[in-house]
């Protein structure tokens, strides 16, 4: 058994054509060509923190993600309305 997936594709770059020195096959499914991410939403809170959402379409699926000052702090396949709620509660101040 390896210790972490890296050490895992280092073991098999070697006897496996389709990974390059410990990379791993990646997305199959993701095209980047195809993807199409667009800000639908941002905002400064009080506290200064830049809050916005982002919607990327994969063409059959849609993620909807939340940043704050750039840091990922939500990401939700399918519900718009989550990431929008997320992103209220850290225009709110991040209310308990």
């Known amino acids: 058994m390896f210790a972490n997936q890296y050490e895992e594709h280092i073991a098999h770059s070697a006897s496996c ?3 390059y020195d ?3 096959r990646g997305t199959v499914w993701a ?9 639908i939403g941002r905002m400064t809170n009080e506290k ?4 916005s959402i ?3 379409d ?3 699926d ?3 993600t939340v940043y704050v000052d750039g840091n990922c702090v939500f990401v939700d396949f399918d519900c718009r309305s989550q990431a929008i709620s997320v992103a209220r509660w ?3 101040g991040c209310p308990a």
């Open 54 to 56: 982002m919607e990327a």
């Open 90 to 92: 850290w225009m709110n």
């Open 31 to 39: 095209n980047e060509e195809t993807i199409t991410e667009i800000c």
């Open 58 to 60: 994969y063409g059959y």
């Open 48 to 51: 200064g923190q830049k809050v």
């Open 22 to 24: 410990g990379f791993d």
């Open 62 to 64: 849609k993620a909807f």
């Open 17 to 19: 054509n389709s990974r």
